[in-house]
Each structure stands twice: as structure tokens, then as C-alpha cells.
């Protein structure tokens, strides 16, 4: 599906934020559709080609290319300054378009004084339009802390007795489980949750009476794929999985379950 990137406003002088090679970083993931909450914790390394993200305090997982926990603000143009949490940020803007899906983003920085690199993220939103429906459909945000430019080498060092190996199939499954920071921070609207849903329409048979009920069904799926994974990434001792009722909204979850 094409992807199109609408221009936010006139170019301004400022340069896009820049947030270095290598940098450690601490954030939540906030989705207010399912009350998520998910903390992370994250080094990189783009000169020796390497990253690593802790999600829940603790579950490692080692992407097979480097994951960048910033978005790539190319395409990103200065819209205001706004005040978060105290500090007095810059806030980044751009607006892509796929389908009748219209994603909204915006960012959050600080810099140092009378430089402009690198730059210090504060928060990353996005909020979801869908042309068909003529309605708000998905939100999340990631707030960042502990900022800096420095990662210790040894973390990314493998814990004894590990190695690496293929994703099973299906792989795009598995990497969304082990790395979903890669679609939080994509300004692409149409994520891997997306591409999620052909599969899931095929293996229970979904056949749905018009264009705006695919719509709203691939927005229940999304959210509850999301709330699935990251249910899993807790660690706990049951894991829980995608079944026939993922394009339910809640209050249909709500009233016959």
C-alpha cells in the first residue's frame, strides 16, 4: 500500500533533532485504548551496528538489525514550542497517509544550549485517523527519561549460555513480539499489527459486509494484537494468544464473553 507524507507547514530554520550513535535511554509505551503500560529500557550503537532492548524490567531481546528506539525524524518539520513536564521543548511534526488510514505524529525534544546536537527526546505521540470511519481510531505515546549519549559496552554482550538464532515462522509474528518498539516508533500507518490481520481473516474465514466493517475490524484486531504481545513480554508463568473473537471490540468482549 502507497504511503503518502503530507507537508505540516513552510520549512523552518531549525535543523531536525539529532540524537547521536550511540545512546542509552529509559521510556514507557502508553496505550490508553487497553490500559498498557510497558516500560523499556534501551542502549545503541550505530557505528558498531548493535542495540539492545529490555522490556518489563528485564526481558532481553536482541533484534537482528539495529533498533533505533527514536523515530527517524527525516520528514519531520518544527511545528511549536510546548512546555512537558517543565521543560521547554521543540515540537516536531508529520502527518502520513495510507489507504484511509491518517497518522498523525509529533515529538518531543529539548537541546543544549547553543548547540543543536545532540538532542534530548521527552515524548513521541501518535494519533490515528481513519478517512472512512470520519473518526479517531488509535493513540499511543512513549514518554522518554534518563537520557544520554554514553552505553556501557558489555551490555550488549549475550547472557552466558545464549545464542542467536531464526525467528520461527511465522517470523514477522515473532519479531512484533520480541521488538514492537519497531512499530511504535515507524511513522509508517500501516504497522506489522496491520499485516496481521490478512492472516487472521484467512485462518477463521472472515468475510465482512462492507468496507467500513473491514475497517472497524482491523482497528479491534490491532488493539488487541498490541494488548497480546505485550501481555506476553511479561514473563509471567501463562501466555495468552490471538483467537476468533480479536476483531470484537470490548464492549462486544464485554457482553457475550
Known amino acids: ?27 514507557v509505551i502508553s496505550l490508553p485504548s487497553y ?7 534501551a542502549w545503541y550503537d550505530f557505528e558498531r551496528n548493535r542495540s539492545r532492548i529490555d522490556y518489563y524490567n528485564g526481558t532481553k531481546e536482541e533484534p537482528i538489525q539495529p ?21 521547554r521543548c521543540e515540537v516536531w511534526k508529520t502527518v502520513t497517509e495510507a489507504g484511509h488510514k491518517k497518522n498523525t505524529y509529533r515529538l518531543w525534544v529539548t537541546r543544549p544550549e547553543g548547540n543543536d546536537a545532540p538532542a534530548t527526546p521527552h515524548r513521541f505521540e501518535m494519533e ?22 554514553q552505553s556501557e559496552p558489555d551490555v550488549f554482550t549475550p ?35 496491520h499485516r496481521m490481520f490478512g492472516p487472521f481473516k484467512e485462518k477463521f474465514n472472515r468475510q465482512y459486509k462492507s468496507e467500513k466493517e473491514h475497517e472497524k475490524r482491523e ?30 471490540s470490548r464492549a462486544e468482549t464485554r457482553k457475550y464473553c
Open 35 to 41: 490500559e498498557i503500560e510497558e516500560p523499556f529500557e
Open 67 to 87: 533498533q533505533s528506539a527514536m523515530p527517524d525524524v527525516q520528514g519531520f518539520e518544527f511545528e511549536k514550542m510546548d512546555y512537558h513536564k517543565g521543560s
Open 1 to 27: 500500500m502507497a504511503q503518502k507524507m503530507t507537508k505540516v507547514k513552510p520549512d523552518d530554520d531549525r535543523t531536525v533533532p539529532d540524537f547521536g550513535k550511540m545512546y542509552h535511554v529509559k521510556g
Open 128 to 149: 490515528g485517523f481513519n478517512t472512512l470511519l470520519d473518526s479517531h481510531n488509535d493513540k499511543y505515546s512513549i514518554e522518554y527519561s534518563d537520557f544520554c549519549t
Open 159 to 193: 547472557p552466558a549460555g545464549f545464542t542467536c538464532e531464526e525467528f520461527p515462522d511465522p517470523p514477522e509474528e515473532h519479531q512484533i513480539l520480541a521488538n514492537p518498539i519497531q512499530d511504535y516508533v515507524s511513522t509508517n500507518p500501516v504497522s506489522h499489527a
Open 219 to 248: 482497528i479491534n484486531f490491532v488493539q488487541s494484537f498490541r494488548f497480546v504481545n505485550s501481555t506476553n513480554r511479561k514473563g509471567l508463568s501463562f501466555t495468552v494468544g490471538i483467537n476468533d473473537r480479536a476483531d470484537w
